[in-house]
């Protein structure tokens, strides 16, 4: 008898081949509540606050940018956490804010979650094993030993072999780098359609981070995964992602395939974001006094007009200040919102 979720994965595969869209974000807006002393409310947090753009099935995109531009908050509205405050997630043809109960419990079989922190993901009482069968038995894969084989091959994929030796360990018995592939196998398990990867080698040592992407490329390309790729670090991308998008105060200000936006970055965010790029070569230490002064704007209350503008070197008197910018496209396929690139 086919279980919930094989009958799921069914009706998505129809699905796809009727939809080259996988994912479709149109003027997103994610306001948190901020309340006086738990009373009156006092203000909005705009975490995300007009975002868009399209995903196609298979493809990979970088969503970069520092801490506190809303980067995470827009990785949970697409895991299906946070619930929009305004615009729409359109997830293979259904809008997720249309969803009943059931509907998005089968939506989140179809994303996987990849943490920052595999250490804290990780529940340090369960078995390999255990971590691994959870999702199945939530799923719906009443079968023993299907769970078991598929464990075997997901343990075999993310190359934690032999799977004899790691099946029965604990968390805490494994290194970093590890623990990371556990998190990556248990977001493989329900072979999703969408992998969310927060920061996945952020808290890994510099000798394993290449590794661990390049496993991720390799199950994406096997898989035919669309994968999203939330990091602050430009210089990881260019080891997994397609296209980039650059991310600041709650906008997206630039959009475009990651080579070019890498070799020819158009916003000044986005220049300064690879100005502070960590190099090796100390003879590329001047390129830091490139990076902006100041903070990042709150996003209770932030600036009229372009929110980069008060620690932007090139901002336009009048305009920038004034006037929320449009998105351009100064060469093809390449998108920036700012207003140095009106026609």
């Known amino acids: ?64 940018g520092e801490s506190g531009c809303g980067k995470s908050t827009l990785m949970k509205t697409i895991l299906g956490i946070n619930i929009p405050t305004a615009g729409e997630l359109i997830f293979e043809g259904k809008n ?17 979650y990849v943490q920052q922190d595999p250490y804290a993901a990780l529940p340090p009482f369960m078995s390999i094993q255990q971590i691994l069968e959870e999702p199945l038995l939530i799923s719906g894969v009443k079968d023993k030993d299907e ?36 998190v990556i196998a248990r977001a493989m398990i329900l072979e999703p359609n969408l992998i969310v990867a927060d920061e996945p080698v952020s808290m890994l040592d510099a000798s394993v981070r290449v590794e661990i992407l390049k496993l991720l490329r ?11 790729y939330i990091t602050h670090d ?22 475009s395939e990651t080579r070019r936006l890498l070799e020819n970055p158009l916003h000044p965010y986005t220049m300064a974001l690879l100005a502070a790029t960590s190099d090796p070569d100390a003879a590329n230490a001047e390129t830091f006094k490139d990076i902006p002064p100041g903070e990042p704007p709150s996003l209770v209350n932030p600036p009229k007009g372009c929110r980069f503008h008060p620690r932007c070197a090139k901002m336009i008197q009048g305009v920038c200040d004034e006037k929320e910018p449009i998105e351009f496209e100064p060469e093809p396929n390449h998108f920036v919102a700012c207003w140095l690139y009106q026609p």
């Open 96 to 112: 997720l804010a249309k969803l009943t109960s059931n509907e998005l419990q089968k939506y989140r079989f179809e994303i996987g």
């Open 218 to 228: 390799a199950l994406q390309e096997k898989h035919k995964l669309t994968v999203i």
């Open 1 to 64: 008898m086919m279980t919930e979720i094989q009958e799921a994965k069914k009706m998505s595969t129809k699905i796809k081949e009727k939809h080259e869209v996988l994912l479709s974000i149109r003027d997103l807006h994610v306001w948190y509540e901020l309340r006086r002393f738990g009373f009156g409310l006092a203000g909005h947090v705009k975490a995300v606050d007009g975002v868009s753009f399209e995903l196609e099935a298979g493809e990979t995109v970088a969503v970069v």
């Open 147 to 182: 769970r078991l084989e598929r464990i075997h091959k997901i343990m075999s994929e993310v190359k934690l072999h032999p799977v004899d030796d790691f099946i029965h360990k604990f968390p805490h018995m494994l290194s970093g780098g590890q623990q990371q592939r556990v």
């Open 234 to 255: 430009l210089s990881t991308v260019k080891y997994f992602s397609a296209r980039i998008f650059v991310m600041y105060a709650g906008n997206l200000v630039e959009k």
